[in-house]
């Protein structure tokens, strides 16, 4: 190497590393991209599930280490059942440690599916080691007392309420699952499924971009969602319900409708355009409006697929209806 070719080389190296010491010195107190704000959207949609759904979310604007502690949960007098994952949290009366057993087992039985169908299962334990509470409750007033400890408010009636707090900066946590003392193993209300549901509530939000631009959230997308996985009660079809009076494209009046709207928006979806399109469907929906991720996905117009929508809840209506007869 010539020395003007030596000369230029060794300077290039040495620009190259003070390019370097200054990108570090003025990019080292950046935020990360995860650490962007809640888009206002996300905010007020938080807020009407909270007031309305039997999804309890707080805002806060940030998380702290001992947020993440097991040892700060809302314990009272409570036994605990525990493994790696979850702590069960029950009273010391009747059968309740049966159905602390039983939840336990339903909990992780629940894992394996959950992350087929999201695409991944967010281990609670990811995050400082925290394992996932769900408290078992032996009364409606059992029950309120420790959704007002949890999460500060409590509704008329659930079967099942998940607890989270998102920071204003993209962190998340899920405070606790609270299972209402009517659900019970084997019962109308079944055990089994409220867990499927609720945990389907806990992943669904861990999926969910928190730092995405402003977009529409529809509340059947959230109950569906988890009534769907679930395979619940949920896709019954009120006998009363006029299907033409109800559209995919807004949330109804009555949160209540929700259930059984998104139930049969991803089963219809799934049936017409099979289960790796759904898959697709979910993965999208994290980043995306669901309106803005089933034309994407399927093909088709959101009024197109409406109508194959309303076709699909009038004959799971009729079929539901006839074998109860």
């Known amino acids: 190497m010539n020395p003007k070719n030596r000369i230029f080389f060794i300077g290039f190296i040495v620009l190259s590393f003070l390019g ?15 650490a962007l704000e809640i888009p206002q959207s996300t905010i007020d949609f938080f807020k009407k599930l909270s007031d309305l759904g039997h999804i309890k979310i707080k805002l806060v604007d940030s998380l702290e280490v001992d947020d993440y502690d097991n040892e700060k949960d809302y314990a009272d007098d409570f036994k605990k059942l525990e493994d790696e994952n979850f702590i069960i949290f029950y009273r010391d009366a009747g059968q309740e440690l049966e159905r602390a057993q039983k939840t336990l087992e339903y909990a992780n039985e629940a894992i394996n599916p959950l992350a087929d169908f999201f695409g991944k299962y967010y281990y609670a334990k990811e995050a400082k080691n925290r ?15 420790v959704a007002v400890n ?26 606790g699952i ?15 499924k409220v867990v499927f549901h609720e945990m389907a509530h806990y992943n669904h939000f861990q999926c969910m971009d928190l730092t995405r631009t402003e977009k529409k959230y529809m509340d059947w997308e959230v109950e569906g969602i988890a009534s769907y996985f679930a395979k619940d009660w949920n896709k019954r079809i009120p006998d009363d319900k006029n299907i033409s009076n109800y559209s995919i494209m807004e949330s109804p009046k009555n949160y209540l409708d929700s259930y059984w709207i998104g139930y049969h928006v991803f089963s219809a979806f799934e049936v017409n355009y099979n289960s790796n399109n759904f898959h697709k469907l979910i993965k999208e929906s994290y980043t995306k409006s669901i309106i803005d991720a089933i034309p994407s996905v399927s093909g088709v117009s959101v009024d197109s697929f409406e109508k194959i929508w309303r076709s699909h809840c009038n004959r799971q209506k009729g079929q539901l ?4 007869k």
Do not use: H
Request: net charge negative; charged share 15%; aromatic share 10%.
């Open 20 to 34: 370097t010491i200054l990108t570090f010195i003025f990019n080292r107190d950046a935020p990360p991209v995860s």
């Open 131 to 145: 394992k996932l509470p769900i408290y078992l409750t032996v009364s409606q007033a059992d029950f309120n007392k």
């Open 150 to 175: 949890i999460g500060g408010s409590t509704v008329e009636w659930a079967a099942g309420l998940t607890f989270n707090s998102f920071s204003t900066v993209g962190e998340t946590i899920c405070n």
């Open 178 to 192: 609270i299972l209402n003392f009517m659900v019970q193993d084997g019962e109308s209300t079944d055990l089994k």
């Open 321 to 324: 209806s006839a074998s109860k």
